[in-house]
């Protein structure tokens, strides 16, 4: 997992030096948290999100997120909702620090600067056989709207949804993409698997 922790790191050393699109300051608020609205495929499903800064009142761009159309990119909460019904703000299980956090909205800008396709068969698709041990963002293809917080948060080693050999998303198996694949595992469905932060507005 070295890998991982090196390309994390990066993020929190450009971060520091206040480089890039990706600086990070200690995270407050809701910042690097889930979020979810209702409403997607005649409500068969929602959709999902990731704070990129700590509220959606004062700040631009608040949320990053794949809409389904273009590419992984900015919004605001009203873009968001598209008119449906907002339901909660989520984090990882387990002891999420302020650090975490800055990884996770570093990870978030980083898929909004690549080009991010949108794919409704799995939540994170790449080229197979051309990635490394773990798919950087720059190799991935395409996302879904739950993909891009499943990667974000197991890029950063916490487990959202998976079996206990094949839930990280983001090292580079048929057998870990399988796992993400479909309904396996949606939207509806992801947040169970994470800890209800909030049901107000973020």
């Known amino acids: ?113 690549e080009n991010i396709s949108y794919s409704l068969a799995f939540q994170v698709n790449y080229k197979d056989f051309e990635v490394g041990t773990y798919v950087d963002p720059s190799e991935i293809t395409e996302m879904r709207c739950d993909g891009v917080v499943e990667y974000i948060y197991e890029w950063a080693n916490f487990k959202v949804y998976g079996s206990s050999s094949y839930w990280d998303v983001s090292k580079a198996t048929l057998a870990n993409k399988d796992e993400h694949r479909a309904t396996q595992v949606t939207p509806r469905t992801q947040k169970n698997y994470l800890t209800l932060v909030q049901t107000s507005k973020p």
């Open 1 to 113: 997992m070295g890998i991982k922790f090196a390309l994390a790191a990066s993020f929190m050393i450009s971060a520091a030096a206040g480089l890039g699109s990706n600086n990070v300051d200690a995270a407050t608020g809701n910042q690097g948290y889930a979020i979810y609205r209702d409403g997607v495929f005649f409500n068969a499903t929602d959709h999902a999100g990731i704070m990129n800064k700590p509220d959606t009142n004062s700040y631009t761009n608040p949320i990053i997120h794949h809409s389904g159309s273009g590419y992984v990119d900015f919004t605001t909460y009203v873009g968001f909702l598209n008119g449906k019904n907002f339901i909660g703000v989520y984090r990882p299980n387990g002891t999420v620090t302020s650090a975490n956090r800055d990884t996770f909205v570093g990870t978030a800008r980083t898929l909004q600067t």
